[in-house]
Nanobody
Framework: QVQLVESGGGLVQAGGSLRLSCAAS????????MGWFRQAPGKGREFVAAVTRSGMITRYADSVKGRFTISRDNAKNTVYLQMNSLRPEDTAVYYC?????????????????WGQGTQVTVSP
């Protein structure tokens, strides 16, 4: 069983940056395709970004493309989400998630492993 723990959330002004981290334990992170999702109050869980096991292939939601970057360091068992040019509409709880299959998928139900989430708040 794998445990995922997010960190790095906080309050930032619009236009600012944050870097989220997701540390894995209980299993080698390199065996999982990893993704980031977010959930704003009153809304469903939304795909943000994902990266393949090797880190060679990434995929982003249109709303964050060009502003967010997902990366991973398998030696450190950690996945990152660098968020630049943040906007108030990026405010949400951000979750990292993992799946055993090698392909990148966007629906949340495709991911079996989830962290507890970290709050990101972007003020105008």
């Amino acid at each position: 069983q794998v445990q995922l723990v997010e960190s790095g959330g906080g309050l930032v002004q619009a236009g600012g940056s944050l870097r989220l981290s997701c540390a894995a334990s209980g299993r080698t992170l390199g065996s999982l395709t990893m993704g980031w999702f977010r959930q704003a109050p009153g809304k469903g869980r939304e795909f943000v970004a994902a990266v393949t096991r090797s880190g060679m292939i990434t995929r982003y939601a249109d709303s964050v493309k060009g502003r967010f970057t997902i990366s991973r360091d398998n030696a450190k068992n950690t996945v990152y989400l660098q968020m630049n040019s943040l906007r108030p509409e990026d405010t949400a709880v951000y979750y990292c998630a993992g799946r055993d299959s090698i392909s990148i998928e966007t629906p949340a139900l495709e991911y079996a492993y989830w962290g507890q989430g970290t709050q990101v708040t972007v003020s105008p």
